[in-house]
């Protein structure tokens, strides 16, 4: 029956004394409650966990260099746009240039000296040889008063090369309307520059000029007495030419 201790409810004869400790009853355990909470406690919302302070953020102040210049500025604003560079104004030409007309030809001839011709003037003389050895009258007509550049010494127009040779092409038509020409010598490198357009490479040919016509580039007056072995090269260039002018005249 499994029981360990059995105790009489009355005394037994002849029965050995019981243990005092086995008659104590044990006190009777108590069982843990928990408490009864008020029902407003029960139904209020659970009170969230309290959180950790935030650490306030402390800006601290960076310190400025001893000797006082400023901080330096972002790599944007550091890269300054580059400097515009504005091209050099180019001076005026100088030049002085004289038409004249033989026959049916216009003459633009570099004035070497900047002065007029003169009838004892080598530059003179030389150029009526060149007349006569190319058929035409050796005695030529000045048309108008010589064609000198810059217009003005002081002025703020433009004097360029471009306006200089806008004059002296137009210069050349008006003249040109005024008596039709069959043909135009250029003198000198002034009037092939600024009335043919070329350089002196073009010396001793033939060129076409947009609303002047054919034109012959030759070197000046002063050059080809300077040095005379030019005079070679002129002569050859004007036999291939000569035709052009000696057809119109006829």
């Given amino acids: 029956m499994q029981v360990v201790n059995w105790l009489p409810r009355t005394e037994l004869p002849f029965a050995a004394p019981s243990r005092p400790e086995l008659l104590e009853t044990p006190e009777p355990e108590v069982e843990a409650v928990a408490p009864v909470l008020p029902a407003a406690a029960a139904h209020a919302p659970a009170q969230p966990a309290a959180r ?3 650490r306030m953020k402390i800006e601290v102040p960076r310190p ?6 400023p901080a330096a500025k ?3 604003d550091a890269e300054e746009a580059p400097p515009v560079v504005r091209p050099a104004p180019v001076p005026p030409p100088r030049f002085a240039l004289q038409l004249l007309r033989a026959g049916r ?3 633009l001839v570099e004035l070497p000296t900047g002065e007029p011709f003169q009838s004892r003037d080598p530059a003179y003389l030389l150029l009526k040889d060149m ?3 190319a058929g035409l009258p050796d005695a030529p007509q000045i048309v108008g008063e010589p064609v000198r550049w810059p217009l003005l010494v002081r002025s703020s127009m433009d004097q360029g090369p471009e306006a200089a040779r806008d004059f002296v092409q137009g210069f050349l038509s008006v003249r040109m309307e005024e008596a039709p020409c069959a043909f ?4 000198g490198l002034p009037a092939v520059r600024f009335a043919g357009e070329a350089d002196a490479e073009a010396f001793n040919r033939e060129l076409q000029i947009e609303g002047l016509g054919p034109a012959w580039a030759l070197p000046g007056l002063e050059l080809l007495m300077e040095e005379p072995q ?3 090269a002129v002569w050859q260039a004007m036999r291939r030419l000569m035709a052009r002018w000696k057809e119109s005249n006829e």
């Avoid at 400025?64 to 210049?69: D, E, K, L, S």
Wanted: with cysteine; proline share 12%; charged share 25%.
């Fill in 64 to 69: 400025t260099p001893a000797t006082g210049r």
């Fill in 74 to 76: 972002p790599a944007e």
């Fill in 52 to 54: 950790p302070a935030e």
């Fill in 230 to 232: 030019r005079k070679g």
């Fill in 131 to 133: 007349l006569r050895a």
């Fill in 184 to 187: 135009v010598w250029l003198i």
């Fill in 105 to 107: 030809c216009l003459l």
